[in-house]
Structures are given as structure tokens and as C-alpha cells.
């Protein structure tokens, strides 16, 4: 898998640590045994998180017995505080006494706590520093009883977090509205809703020392390749960094490129797509803290594919497909093709058309070449204002920046109207590319090409084509080539260049174990 | 198998597609010897006897799918005699790099930038082919199938264009061996050994080929379907200009091209055709240049890596020295001296090779 070309974990700025650096990830040390008295326990947990100011402490007597000393702890804000106070503190404070008189209950307190709280609350047996932090860290709280030196873990997580909504980046007419959120657990939960087999892997791993992010690997069992699963999980298991915030890091640390302009791993905000993605017999993976699913292998094709492709007819789908691919083309390549034309090849242009170029052109004291660069910068700026601005207020930036900046240049004669509007027009082909990250990459493609164009006419623009090309060809993500139509990668792709026309979503033939995976290979000898 | 890149379809590509573009430049010598009317039979006696050839090749590349021809040639015929076989093999395919270049730099500069000097053309294409050949077998193959789409479809439209614009007249075709079948079968000789040409690449990509057992029958597709191109080319160009007219083009397509005038919209079809040529060009060095270093690696028992570093070494020096026309050959550039360059090639080493492998196994089997 592109020996050499790996990214090494420890970049984008998070430093690599030493082994020997506990930090705050958990199995880098040895565990520490909790102290039997709940004093010392306490007092080594505050020692734990410095005295933290969020770290609720609530001691009380369980069934009001003074000699059964106990202490929920949570960190405020993480758990929910009034799920503790109900169904952990109340219920062992208001403990009939008998049940607790004897010595010989002593040994088995926490086990008959366990099982008169369990049902409810799924209550874990914790023997270790290290295990109490990770629990108070995941937003639980943990019961210490006196005397004994096994710690209780509760799932009372209560940390405020975002409701189920509209994805913002990959809107449709027509499908499903929901999109994920950045808790984990509750992404996990929207793609089994749509899969609901036992087949469907939900495999948990931590990324991150400091961090300490939760990150889930699905697959279809069966369906996806197991060496792409393995490989996928090796790449995410050797990540060592200290803050793995969103699914971008993790997708930059588990490429197989250090440098690559198109996304070669499809991000998501829609359970639909990744739910389809898995049924394809792809491999996807879902972060804490980020509502971006990742799935892998991508081809160039998913970038003009929708989930709503399979939600409307199919003469409708392949149409928008077809116009996307058109987008596609018309952003890379319009501004440069006008350059060529006016500029080497005025002969390719009808004579009509040619007189009014040449007369808008007239004007404009600068050079084409110059005067099309500052055009689509411009554009840039303008398109990244009304990204960056409040949505209203960028929505009204886009547009007057757009109509009085164009209109302006003109007047003023700083670009001619012919480059106004083709460069208008490759910019909004680019937002008919439905992949953010393609369309941007695609945007930055246009700037090489100009550069061909105004210094080697055609000739130059095409052989640029074909350089674009050869490195399109070169590119693999997780061994599948980038060009790919989808059968290599996949088992049964639903969606090689188009949807099939008959049934979307047909049962198709699954993998068969013994198929070859196909790896890149070096082929220097 | 280290290396397995290639799909039989992708060796389809591969091999249609040189034959396709150059027929595309130049497709005619064919047109223009004494064959006249009986042209387009040429190109299909040219056909068959490039399967064949073709099928030379590939059978002998198929009985050694895990070597490249710089290895069997030294098991076949000797360390040393094996190792000058395959520097000639490369040197040929070297050959026709610079050949191709130059070729598509005078047609560049004479047509669409008459004031750009022609070693910046020629230079720029081949760092183009470079980088593609650097990328190895594997980009390669996916490049030449969506290529052969490419140029697939502007073949189609172009001669469905040509058809429609009424240009053509098929009575040119009727007279069949008006003058006997020795100007024919001459005409034929040329594409004969192109076809064999490109076909002979299967020497050097068949141990890339995740099916080794099928590239012969992927190298004939390949030949056929560039055949099939070719006699409809030729008949198209003798049917649009007729037999005398057709043989004084230099390049009868570039010539069918300026016929076509699309609806107001583009003044020019040839520049699209420039442009398809210039794509699938680039293609043909990259490929060229891939099998030139593979050979010499596989021979020298050096990385092909490290010996393309050397070619672009080599081109960027001379061009450094500001030869103007760094990829002049003089007369080895002339069709008959090329045509004999192939014969001598395909005939003489490809085929004393299979014959000596064939003996040997014969040998070995007694």
C-alpha cells in the first residue's frame, strides 16, 4: 500500500510522544490498584485530575449507616447530575437497614449493589486508577464504597449535545432529512437503523493520547473485504497523536498519501450514504465529536453521485449525473479553453462571436492571462466570505460582491465581459460537483490549467489534461485505483458510472472469500 | 505476483491505442502509394498480416508471463546475445519516441503555434511522457482505457459528421485490383509494421497482467479493433477526396477534419482532432518510453525507474544545449527507412527469438 508515501502519525502538528508519556490515554502504564479506604481513594483520584473544579464528589452513608461510608463521583457537565442523585445516591441512602446488617454482607457490598442497581443502570466492576478516570472521562459516574477496593462505574452520561438535524452540506429534495451528530453513539444508532442485521461490525477504538477519541469501524460482515477491514483497522490503530478533534485528522492520518489535491476518502453527513456505502461492501468510520462520516475506498466516480441518485427515477438520476460530470469539465477547464481561444486559437471562434470578444477585450489594459487570475481569485474571496460570514450576511456578500464587483470590473475596464461571465460560470459549475472537498479541489485545478493555456495555447491546456490524467490514474486509496468504475474495489457496487436503470439497490452476488485483494504493488523490477 | 497490474482490457487499450493515434496523424502512407481506389484493401491485407505478427509477439511473450523480454532473450538466446536483442528492442522503441515527438512538434508549430519554437513543444510532451511512464504499468493501463474511450468516440463522431455533411462518395471504393495486387500488397507493407509494432509491447507488458494466459487474445482484440479503425479511415479519405487527391495529403485526416463545420459553433474540428492527438500522443511516450526502460532494466539488471531517470536526463541535457531541433534523424526518419528499421525488428529479432525459444522447446521435448 504505497510503501514510502505513508503518512507518518506525529504531523499536522500534534507531536509525537514518547512511549514512556502516560498522558492521558490509559494501558501505557502499569494500572494502580484502588486503595481499600475511601480517603486515600479520593484523595488520589482529586491527585488524578489536579484538584479539577468540575470533579463532583458526594459522599453519603448507605442506608444511613454510618460505618458504610460512599462516594459517587462525576465530573459536572459530562454526567447528568440528577440521574446520579435518583437512581445511584437515593436508592443506597434509602436501603432497608436489614439488608445490610451482618458481618458477614460485608465481603459482597458492592456485588449486592451491583445487582440491586444493574438492572437499570449497567454497572461495571472497576479495579483501577486508570479505569475510575476513564469512566469519569466518558461522562459516568463511579461509586466507591469504604473498605473495599472495587470502584463501581455507572452510565449516567449527560453532556449537552445536538439534536438529530438536516445535514448542511449535502442537501436534497427528496430523502431523509437526518443527519449525524457529533455524539458517536448516536451516528452508530442512526446506521443500524437503516441496517438492521447482525452482520453490521461495530468495532470501537481509541485515537488519541490526550484526546482519547472514541472512533467506531463499520463493515458489513460477509460483505465487506476482510483485508480492506484489516487494513483499515492496522491504519487507525497505528495512529499516535495527542488530539484526533474530527474525523478530518484521522482521514489524513489513515490516507495513503502524504500530498493529494482530490479527497481520496468520501466524507459524509448523511446515514443513508453510509449505510449504502457498507451494503457496497465498504468500509466506513465514525468519530467522536464529529458529525463527518469517513468511508473508504473512494473513487473518482462517488463524487458525482448523490443519495438522492437512487431516490428519484432513473432517466432523471443519469441525466443530473451526466450534467454534474458536465460541471465538472465546464469548472476545470472553461476559463483556461476562453484564454486558448482568444488568446492562440481566435480561428476556432465563429467570426460574430470573435468581434464581440475582441471588442470587450479592446479595453482592458491588462493582459488576458493576469486579468483572469484576479477574476477567479476574486471569486475565491468572495466565495470564501460568504462561507466564513453568518449565513444571511454571507448569502447577501456573495450576491452584491458578485453582481456589483462583475459589473464594476467591466464598467471600470478592469476585466472584459466575456471573461466576467465565463468565470462566473466555471464557478457555479463547481458547486454542481456534490463533494465540497472535489468541487474546491477542482476550483484550485483551474489556476495550472490557465497557466498552460496562456503560455502554450491548447496545446498547452491538453497536455496539462493528460498530466491530470496520468496522476488521476496513479492514485489508489486503500489499494483500489482511484479511476476505478467501483466493481474492482467492491463486491457488488450498486454504482459503477451510473445507478443500474432496473433496480436500485438490487441484492447483488457477495464477496467470495478466496477473491485476491488488489494491493499496490511496487513494480520497480 | 509482485507487480500484477494490468487487466487483459487494459492491454486491449494499450495496444489499440498508439496504432490508433499515429493512423489518426498520419495514417497514410497507405494512400499515398499506387494503390489508389484499392486502398482500403490494403489496409485490410495490412490487417491480417499485422495478427499475425501481432500473434508472434504475444505467443512468445505468453510462454514467459513472469519475465519481460530483457530477461527471456538472455534465456533464449544467450547472456550476451540476449542482452544486445533487448537493447535493440528498446533502442527501436526509443527510436520512435523521438520519432513521434518530432513529428507532432513540427506539426504543432506549423499548425497551431507558428511562433512557438519546436523544441519547447517537443520538450514539454516528452516530460509529459515521462511522468506517465514513471507512474508504471498500472496508471498507464487505467489512463489507455479511458483514452480509448476518448478517442473511440471522436472516431465515431468525426466519421459521423463527415457521412453526414455529405462529403463522402463511396463509388471511389468500386474499382478492386485495378492495377493488380503488387501495388496493394505494397502499400500494405508499412501498416503491416505498425501494427506489429505496437502489438510488440505485449513483450514487455504480458508479466504485468494479472492473466497472463489471456494477453494474446487481448493483443489481437487490440490489433483488430485498431484495424478496423484504420480501413475505415482509409476509406473514408479515399472516399472523400478521391484516390489521386487522397495520396497527396499529408495527413488525410487533419484534411477530412477542416471538411467538417459544426453549426456555427466551432470554425475549426481540426483543433479538436490536435487536441486528441496530443492527449493520446502523450499517452503512446509514456507507453513507449515505459517499455524502452523496462527492457534496458530488465537487460541490464538495473530498476526501470532508475533508467528512465537517465532517459530525461539524457533529453533534458541535449535540450539544454539549445538545439533547436533536437529530434532531428535525418534520413532514419524517412518511411522506407523506418519501414526497414520494423521489418528488422519484428521479423528479424522478435522472430528469431520465438524460432530459437521454438526450437529449444522442441529440444527439450524430444
Redesign the interface.
Given at each position: 500500500m504505497a510503501k514510502g508515501r505513508r503518512l507518518q502519525p506525529g504531523m499536522f502538528g500534534f507531536r509525537k510522544r514518547q512511549r514512556n508519556d502516560t498522558g492521558g490515554q490509559s494501558g501505557q502504564s502499569q494500572p494502580r490498584p484502588l486503595p481499600a479506604k475511601l480517603a486515600d481513594s479520593l484523595q488520589q483520584i482529586r491527585q488524578e485530575f489536579h484538584d479539577a473544579s468540575d470533579l463532583v464528589v458526594k459522599q453519603f452513608c448507605i442506608g444511613g449507616i454510618a460505618a458504610r461510608k460512599a462516594a459517587v463521583l462525576y465530573l459536572e457537565g459530562m454526567a447528568d447530575g440528577k440521574a446520579v442523585k435518583e437512581a445511584v445516591i437515593e436508592p443506597l441512602m434509602l436501603w432497608a437497614r436489614p439488608q445490610l446488617g451482618g458481618g458477614a454482607l460485608r465481603g459482597n457490598l458492592p456485588e449486592q449493589i451491583r445487582q440491586r442497581l444493574s438492572p437499570a443502570q449497567n454497572m461495571i466492576n472497576l479495579h483501577s486508577m486508570q479505569e475510575v478516570a476513564e469512566q469519569l472521562l466518558e461522562g459516568n459516574s463511579v461509586l466507591l464504597v469504604d473498605g473495599f477496593s472495587v470502584a463501581l462505574g455507572t452510565e449516567n452520561r449527560g453532556f449537552p449535545k445536538r439534536a438529530v438535524e438536516a445535514p448542511e452540506t449535502e442537501v436534497v429534495v427528496r430523502g431523509p432529512r437526518e443527519g449525524f451528530t457529533e455524539v458517536v453513539r448516536d451516528s452508530v444508532a442512526l446506521v443500524r437503523r437503516r441496517l438492521k442485521t447482525p452482520g453490521l461490525v461495530v468495532e470501537q477504538m481509541r485515537v488519541g493520547r490526550r484526546s482519547v477519541t472514541d472512533v467506531r469501524l463499520l463493515y458489513l460482515a460477509g460483505v465487506a473485504r476482510p483485508e480492506l477491514v484489516r487494513e483499515v483497522r492496522r491504519r487507525v490503530q497505528a495512529i499516535d497523536v495527542d488530539m484526533a478533534p474530527e474525523s478530518g485528522i484521522i482521514e489524513q492520518l489513515i490516507s495513503d498519501y502524504l500530498l493529494w489535491l482530490f479527497p481520496l476518502i468520501q466524507s459524509t453527513e448523511r446515514p443513508d450514504t453510509v449505510a449504502a456505502s457498507l451494503a457496497e461492501g465498504r468500509v466506513a468510520l465514525l468519530v467522536d465529536h464529529s458529525p463527518f462520516a469517513l468511508i473508504m475506498p473512494n473513487t473518482l466516480f462517488q463524487f458525482f453521485s448523490t443519495a438522492e441518485d437512487y431516490y428519484q427515477q432513473y432517466l432523471v438520476s443519469l441525466m443530473l449525473r451526466l450534467i454534474r460530470l458536465g460541471a465538472f469539465a465546464i469548472s476545470t477547464f472553461i476559463t483556461a479553453i476562453y484564454i486558448a481561444s482568444s488568446s492562440f486559437h481566435q480561428e476556432l471562434i465563429p467570426l460574430p462571436l470573435l468581434l464581440n470578444i475582441a471588442a470587450s477585450e479592446a479595453g482592458v489594459p491588462f493582459p488576458l492571462p493576469i486579468t483572469a487570475v484576479a477574476i477567479e481569485l476574486l471569486l475565491e474571496v468572495l466565495r470564501e466570505a460568504g462561507i466564513r460570514l453568518p449565513r444571511q450576511v454571507g448569502q447577501a456578500v456573495s450576491i452584491v460582491g458578485a453582481i456589483v464587483l462583475g459589473q464594476a470590473a467591466v464598467q471600470a475596464g478592469f476585466a472584459s465581459a466575456g471573461l466576467v461571465i465565463v468565470a462566473a460560470l466555471g464557478t457555479i459549475a463547481s458547486f454542481a460537483i456534490p463533494n465540497f472537498e472535489a468541487a474546491v479541489a477542482v476550483r484550485l485545478l483551474r489556476f495550472p490549467f490557465i497557466l498552460l493555456a496562456s503560455v502554450l495555447g491548447f496545446y498547452g491546456l491538453f497536455l496539462g489534461a493528460v498530466i491530470l490524467l496520468f496522476y488521476l490514474s496513479s492514485l489508489q486509496c486503500f489499494g483500489v485505483p482511484f479511476l476505478s468504475s467501483g466493481r474492482a474495489l467492491m463486491l457488488s457496487s450498486y454504482d459503477p458510472w451510473t445507478r443500474s436503470p432496473v433496480r436500485p439497490y438490487a441484492p447483488r452476488e457477495r464477496i467470495r472469500q478466496a477473491t485476491p485483494p488488489r494491493r499496490r504493488q511496487g513494480s520497480d523490477r | 505476483m509482485?507487480?500484477?497490474?494490468l487487466s487483459p482490457s487494459q492491454i486491449t487499450a494499450m495496444v489499440a491505442l498508439p496504432r490508433i493515434t499515429i493512423m489518426m496523424m498520419f495514417m497514410p502512407s497507405i494512400t499515398r502509394g499506387n494503390a489508389l481506389h484499392d486502398g482500403w484493401l490494403a489496409a485490410l491485407i495490412s490487417v491480417g498480416a499485422g495478427l499475425i505478427l501481432a500473434a508472434l509477439a504475444a505467443g512468445l511473450a505468453a510462454r514467459f508471463p513472469d519475465d519481460g523480454f530483457g530477461h527471456f532473450s538472455k534465456v533464449v538466446l544467450g547472456r550476451l546475445l540476449g542482452a544486445v536483442a533487448a537493447l535493440l528492442l528498446a533502442s527501436f522503441y526509443y527510436l520512435l519516441v523521438i520519432m513521434w515527438v518530432r513529428q507532432l512538434s513540427i506539426l504543432?508549430v506549423s499548425v497551431?503555434?507558428e511562433r512557438?519554437p519546436g523544441w519547447?513543444?517537443g520538450l514539454?510532451?516528452l516530460v509529459?511522457g515521462l511522468?506517465?511512464a514513471f507512474?508504471?504499468?498500472?496508471?498507464?493501463g487505467?489512463?489507455a482505457v479511458?483514452?480509448m474511450l476518448l478517442v473511440g468516440l471522436s472516431v465515431v463522431v468525426g466519421l459521423t459528421s463527415l457521412h453526414g455533411s455529405g462529403a463522402m462518395d463511396f463509388s471511389y471504393l468500386k474499382p478492386v485490383l485495378a492495377r493488380g495486387w503488387r501495388p496493394v500488397m505494397v502499400a500494405a507493407v508499412s501498416p503491416t509494421f505498425w501494427f506489429a509494432t505496437t502489438a510488440s509491447t505485449s513483450l514487455v507488458l504480458t508479466r504485468?497482467c494479472t492473466r497472463p494466459q489471456e494477453v494474446p487474445r487481448a493483443v489481437l482484440k487490440g490489433t483488430l479493433i485498431s484495424g478496423l479503425v484504420l480501413v475505415l479511415l482509409v476509406a473514408a479519405a479515399i472516399s472523400t477526396f478521391g484516390p489521386r487527391k487522397a495520396a497527396e495529403q499529408l495527413s488525410p485526416v487533419h484534411s477530412m477534419a477542416r471538411t467538417v463545420f459544426l453549426m456555427?459553433?466551432?470554425?475549426?474540428v481540426d483543433?479538436v482532432l490536435?487536441?486528441i492527438w496530443?492527449?493520446a500522443i502523450?499517452?503512446d511516450l509514456?507507453l513507449f518510453l515505459f517499455a524502452t526502460a523496462t527492457v534496458v532494466?530488465d537487460a541490464l539488471g538495473v530498476?526501470?525507474?532508475s533508467v528512465l531517470g537517465f532517459l530525461g536526463a539524457g533529453i533534458a541535457a541535449v535540450a539544454s544545449l539549445q538545439v533547436l531541433d533536437v529530434f532531428t534523424l535525418g534520413t532514419l526518419l524517412s518511411i522506407p527507412a523506418t519501414a526497414m528499421v520494423m521489418a528488422t525488428v519484428h521479423v528479424g529479432l522478435v522472430g528469431i527469438v520465438f524460432l530459437v525459444a521454438a526450437i529449444r522447446r522442441q529440444g527439450e521435448r524430444t
Open positions: - | 509482485k507487480g500484477k497490474e504543432v497551431i503555434l512557438t519547447v513543444v514539454s510532451m509529459a511522468y506517465g507512474l508504471g504499468p498500472g496508471p498507464l487505467r489512463a479511458v483514452l504485468f456555427g459553433i466551432m470554425e475549426r483543433i490536435f487536441t496530443i492527449v502523450a499517452f509514456a532494466g530498476r526501470w525507474r
